[in-house]
Each structure stands twice: as structure tokens, then as C-alpha cells.
């Protein structure tokens, strides 16, 4: 409805390639993702989009050239980190990746969401005692008050091979309503789950259909999207 009132608008055209990239549907998500950038080419939030979905995509290479061209610019948008990070983790480059969440999660003043894609990083690369410290500041910080961590400790657990940890998680993230949840089918992080009958279980709590049917929808805090 935004888009038919307001066709220019770049946050309209960004908020439904995020729709679509929890939905599966990158080719869809990049169009939407490339039109908010050609509307607001400066922007930092619609370079990060595109970038995201191409990451999603497997299209690593050109995600990390446009992060480094866009950190130029925006050299403290942490999005446009964990993008980068992610690209190089897809790409099995650890220490690359390494050195990007380290950068985010400097910037960001620890922020849990980047903690756990380092400490995620760390234990991939064979750092596990690093990647365990993480886990034990994630507690700590949880300990201190604050909303729950789920997500970040879902990330965490899955990194370190602990799979029962990582869906006691995310079921309690669905019930808390936590938006970031809905992208878990583009995410590769939680590609080992996908095979596990409580995977299917945690889609059905989240009133979503499996990537791949043409009827894909999402039911599940629209609003909380991006």
C-alpha cells in the first residue's frame, strides 16, 4: 500500500525486500533492494540490504566488494560488518571474518547480535576456548538484566555443536516474538537444523511454510521486519 502511495519511497521498497528475504524469495528481495538504493544511492541501509541478499545468495564475492566500497563511506554502519563477516564465513574464510565481527562488535560496544556471529566465527575457525568465552560473557551480560538473549545463544549453541541448546532457544524466541527469528530459512547459520523434525515444528510455531513452496507466507511480527 506505501508503494502504490508512495513509489519513490525508498524505505517502502526496502521493508518489502525484507518480506521477501524471509520468505525465500531472493530474486524477488533483490529487485526491492536494488530500487530503495537507486532511490537513496547514499544510504548505508540500502547498501547493507543489497548486500545481505546477495550473501544469501551464495554471490559472496560481489557482496564483499560492495561492503569495502560502502565501509569507505559509512565506516561505523555496523550492518554493513556483519554483512561483510558473513560473506567471508560463507566462503569458508575464518580469520577475514574474524576480523570483521571483531571490528563490528568494537563499534557496536559488544552488542550480544555481534558477539555471537564472532563467537560463531571463532569456534568455525578452531578457536574454541575463544568462542566459549563469548558463551560465558553472553551469560553474564543476560545475568545483568535486560531482554533475553535468545537468538544470540541459538547462534552460539549451534556453532558449538550443542543442537538440543540451539532449539530450546529458538522455540523461546518464537514465543517471545522476536522478529529476527522469521529469517531463519535464508540464514546459513542454521543450515545444520534444517534436517531435524523440531526445524519443521519451529516454522509451524512461527506460522511460516518451508522456503521452495510457491505459497510461501509469513504470518509471524511483519512488522518487526528489518
Sequence with gaps: KALE??????????????????????EQALRRARAAHQLDPLSASTTAAETMVLTYMGRCESAIR?????LEMHPYFIELRYVLGMAYQRLGKFEEAI???????????????????????????????????????????????????????????????????????????????????CYIQIVPTYDSLRDDPRYLELLTRLGMTPVGDPTATLHFSEGALG
Design 5 to 26: 502511495l508512495r513509489p519513490q519511497f525508498a524505505e517502502a521498497h526496502l521493508r518489502y525486500g525484507f518480506y521477501f528475504m524471509a520468505t525465500g524469495r531472493l
Design 99 to 181: 576480523a570483521a565481527f571483531e571490528a563490528g562488535a568494537t563499534i557496536s560496544g559488544r552488542e550480544p547480535l555481534f558477539l555471537c556471529w564472532l563467537g560463531a566465527a571463532y569456534a568455525e575457525a578452531g578457536r574454541r576456548d575463544e568462542a566459549l568465552a563469548i558463551l560465558e560473557e553472553l551469560k553474564q551480560r543476560e545475568k545483568e538484566g535486560g531482554p533475553p538473549l535468545h537468538l544470540p545463544f541459538a547462534v552460539m549453541h549451534i556453532a558449538l555443536g550443542q543442537k538440543d541448546a540451539a532449539f530450546e532457544r529458538l522455540f523461546q524466541a518464537a514465543d517471545a516474538f522476536d522478529g529476527l527469528v
Design 66 to 70: 560492495r561492503c569495502k566500497e560502502a
